[in-house]
């Protein structure tokens, strides 16, 4: 095979995409892996039968049905969707992220958000080409609501994210600073759609959800991958149909798959058991910010997560001591100057947390 001559890939391959690094996921093999949000809890043993059944029975050299009708009017009905309002299913709300930038892609348009954030937004605008405004939290990491009125007077964005609780602080916005944004995104100095990401929605127990009918220019984003099903891929945004529609012109017609599809179904039948596991990882969340909060010199950020910001005194040195002892986390800190010496770790299993919180307190010491 001939050697690939780069300045072919140089000719073919944006500029902007050669320069970026891979995304990286760290190798978890061994480790008590407490970097990602993922629900240590799997299905208890009887439901993972009567799943392994349901499965055995779906058509696999059958295309998906178009749409995916059933699992939408399952996810209406579960996760209670205003009546009037529509869901579009994407491959876990990252692939909802791109169509919402591939179809806002006009010629200079933007998008905006608060940083720190969800990275995605940012990734996912500059693929489609269109222009990312990072607008600061402030220092405790609220919403600065003047700024971001100022920004989206500046920019007019098209799109306006706002993550509910963020990620990677954790923290849920001030509601009233979040409707001033919606309110102000109805014009005149901006005409933005604002999408309100919820992605941690049953860790929260805040929705954006029930108020989907008072506004024209909202839509709640959510995914099954924080509450027990990241393997699967499933996403769902929320909102008015004449928007969902235009979106859905830009959707990969098959994006949800067969096994996807048959799995959601079959969980959120058992939507109990979720709910469950969500509020014994809420119980978790609390005692480890306890925990933690009393070791000295380290700051534990309240969240709405199934996660916890911690800023310690050298982030970059307890993140390698928490490895050497087996426990990965994430270091944040290089994310943004807000983020100086910040972690996040999942919050887990009982057992996990204390291993984890056994390590920490080493690690600080050593
Ligand atoms: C994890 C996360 C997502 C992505 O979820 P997937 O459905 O797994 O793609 C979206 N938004 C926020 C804020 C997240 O933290």
């Given at each position: 095979?001939?050697?690939?001559?780069?300045?072919?890939?140089?000719?073919?391959?944006?500029?902007?995409?050669?320069?970026?690094?891979?995304?990286?996921?760290?190798?978890?093999?061994?480790?008590?892996?407490?970097?990602?949000?993922?629900?240590?809890?799997?299905?208890?043993?009887?439901?993972?039968?009567?799943?392994?059944?349901?499965?055995?029975?779906?058509?696999?050299?059958?295309?998906?049905?178009?749409?995916?009708?059933?699992?939408?009017?399952?996810?209406?009905?579960?996760?209670?969707?205003?009546?009037?309002?529509?869901?579009?299913?994407?491959?876990?709300?990252?692939?909802?992220?791109?169509?919402?930038?591939?179809?806002?892609?006009?010629?200079?348009?933007?998008?905006?958000?608060?940083?720190?954030?969800?990275?995605?937004?940012?990734?996912?605008?500059?693929?489609?080409?269109?222009?990312?405004?990072?607008?600061?939290?402030?220092?405790?990491?609220?919403?600065?609501?003047?700024?971001?009125?100022?920004?989206?007077?500046?920019?007019?964005?098209?799109?306006?994210?706002?993550?509910?609780?963020?990620?990677?602080?954790?923290?849920?916005?001030?509601?009233?600073?979040?409707?001033?944004?919606?309110?102000?995104?109805?014009?005149?100095?901006?005409?933005?759609?604002?999408?309100?990401?919820?992605?941690?929605?049953?860790?929260?127990?805040?929705?954006?959800?029930?108020?989907?009918?008072?506004?024209?220019?909202?839509?709640?984003?959510?995914?099954?991958?924080?509450?027990?099903?990241?393997?699967?891929?499933?996403?769902?945004?929320?909102?008015?149909?004449?928007?969902?529609?235009?979106f859905d012109k830009v959707r990969p017609p098959y994006n949800v798959n067969v096994l996807t599809e048959a799995t959601a179904l079959f969980v959120l039948?058992?939507?109990?058991?979720l709910d469950a596991q969500a509020e014994q990882l809420r119980a978790e969340r609390a005692t480890v910010a306890a925990a933690l909060a009393a070791l000295?010199?380290?700051?534990?950020?309240?969240?709405?997560?199934?996660?916890?910001?911690?800023?310690?005194?050298?982030?970059?040195?307890?993140?390698?001591?928490?490895?050497?002892?087996?426990?990965?986390?994430?270091?944040?800190?290089?994310?943004?100057?807000?983020?100086?010496?910040?972690?996040?770790?999942?919050?887990?299993?009982?057992?996990?947390?204390?291993?984890?919180?056994?390590?920490?307190?080493?690690?600080?010491?050593?």
């Amino acid at each position: 095979m001939p050697a690939v001559d780069p300045t072919l890939i140089e000719r073919i391959v944006r500029d902007d995409v050669r320069a970026m690094g891979a995304y990286h996921v760290a190798d978890s093999h061994g480790l008590v892996k407490l970097d990602a949000m993922e629900n240590p809890y799997g299905l208890p043993d009887d439901l993972r039968r009567e799943l392994a059944a349901r499965l055995a029975d779906v058509a696999l050299n059958r295309y998906p049905v178009p749409s995916s009708a059933a699992l939408r009017a399952s996810l209406r009905s579960v996760m209670k969707v205003p009546e009037g309002m529509d869901v579009l299913l994407g491959n876990g709300s990252d692939e909802l992220i791109s169509i919402l930038s591939l179809a806002a892609a006009k010629p200079g348009a933007k998008v905006l958000a608060p940083v720190p954030g969800f990275v995605m937004y940012a990734m996912s605008a500059q693929f489609a080409g269109l222009e990312f405004v990072g607008v600061p939290l402030r220092a405790d990491f609220t919403l600065d609501r003047e700024a971001m009125l100022a920004a989206m007077a500046e920019h007019q964005p098209a799109i306006v994210y706002l993550a509910y609780p963020n990620n990677p602080t954790g923290n849920l916005f001030d509601e009233a600073d979040m409707e001033a944004i919606v309110r102000a995104a109805r014009g005149p100095a901006s005409r933005s759609l604002v999408v309100v990401d919820e992605a941690y929605q049953p860790f929260a127990q805040h929705s954006w959800m029930p108020r989907l009918p008072e506004f024209d220019n909202l839509l709640v984003m959510r995914t099954v991958s924080k509450l027990g099903l990241a393997g699967i891929r499933l996403g769902y945004l929320a909102g008015p149909p004449a928007w969902l529609e235009q979106f859905d012109k830009v959707r990969p017609p098959y994006n949800v798959n067969v096994l996807t599809e048959a799995t959601a179904l079959f969980v959120l039948e058992h939507a109990d058991v979720l709910d469950a596991q969500a509020e014994q990882l809420r119980a978790e969340r609390a005692t480890v910010a306890a925990a933690l909060a009393a070791l000295p010199g380290v700051t534990v950020y309240p969240s709405a997560a199934n996660f916890l910001l911690v800023r310690v005194p050298d982030a970059a040195k307890m993140f390698e001591r928490l490895l050497a002892r087996k426990v990965l986390i994430k270091n944040v800190s290089k994310m943004h100057a807000l983020l100086a010496n910040c972690l996040r770790v999942t919050v887990s299993t009982p057992q996990e947390n204390a291993q984890f919180l056994e390590a920490f307190a080493a690690s600080l010491q050593d």
